[in-house]
């Protein structure tokens, strides 16, 4: 008999696979969103948001206020971070939330909502700024327009609400009753953040225009002698690949975004400006 067989049955020794659904993976279930904190934020943005939940491993945009936030992160399947975009003009409000996942929207919570709120000196800048841009705030600043233009006491009002302070050199008292150069005078303004190194401030030139945020200083110069002519608050900067584009709130020529560029081409042809980088 070999050794290699048998003539013995054997017993079958395979037993049957049990059919059975296993439960559905979970990176293809429906994502949905549980939750996002912080709850609320600053006016000017910036502020990190994380959105927890489940299947959001393809998460591919957020939209805060109906405006994209930035660095969309997905960290995993149960959490993606965003940083907020700013307010609307710069106001407190409610905020209505969105998030998709490869193009379609994500089921969030009813009550799924985020709060811009002034909490930064940035914030009450730029809260000021677009309130008063062309609703004067005579009773507490007056208007200088009548000796030559309000653009500087605006300026000036808006760091006021930043948290710089009045001293012998730079203040308005009175509804301009008592103001001095520094405040209200485009020329000795500029001068003066020249001048004051205390105040923290650095000089951008034009070309320097990627480093500029919102809530610094634009300085205009007409027409191209040195001696600026016209001062304005960034209200807006926008990227787009190469290019920054600028845009700033003032008096004068009222104007919550007024283009820079068109300022300095088709306003005022041969223009340039200047900016003072405002530390946070």
């Known amino acids: 008999m070999s050794a290699c067989t048998s003539t013995q049955p054997v017993a079958s020794t395979s037993t049957p696979v049990a059919s059975s659904t296993s439960s559905a993976d979970a990176s293809s ?19 990190t948001i994380t959105i927890a939940g489940s299947g959001l491993s393809k998460v591919d945009a957020v939209m805060v206020g109906g405006v994209p936030a930035t660095d969309v992160t997905v960290v995993d399947d149960k959490t993606v971070t965003a940083v907020t975009p700013a307010a609307a003009n710069f106001q407190p409000t409610d905020a209505a939330l969105e998030v998709s996942a490869a193009g379609e929207a994500v089921s969030l919570p009813g009550d799924a909502a985020y709060r811009f709120e002034s909490v930064t000196p940035l914030d009450k800048q730029m809260q000021y700024a677009l309130s008063h841009w062309k609703d004067y705030n005579l009773a507490e600043w007056g208007n200088l327009n009548p000796v030559g233009g309000d653009c500087a006491n605006f300026v000036s009002q808006t760091l006021i609400q930043r948290g710089w302070t009045q001293n012998p050199t730079w203040h308005n008292t009175n509804q301009t009753a008592d103001w001095t150069p520094a405040w209200g005078y485009v020329p000795a303004m500029d001068q003066y953040f020249q001048a004051t190194p205390s105040l923290g401030l650095t000089r951008l030139s034009l070309d ?11 300085m205009f110069d007409w027409n191209q002698n040195d001696i600026p002519d016209h ?11 190469d290019k920054t584009i600028i845009k700033a709130v003032g008096h004068n020529k009222d104007f919550d975004y007024r283009d820079l560029d068109e300022t300095i081409t088709v306003e005022h042809p041969g223009g340039n400006a200047w900016f003072w980088s405002v530390p946070l």
Do not use: C, E, F, H
């Open 29 to 47: 279930a429906a994502p949905a969103v549980s939750g996002v904190s912080p709850a609320a934020g600053a006016l000017s943005g910036g502020t």
């Open 231 to 241: 001062v304005m608050i960034v209200s807006q900067v926008v990227k787009d690949g």
């Open 208 to 218: 320097q225009r990627d480093q500029v945020k919102v809530g610094d200083v634009a």
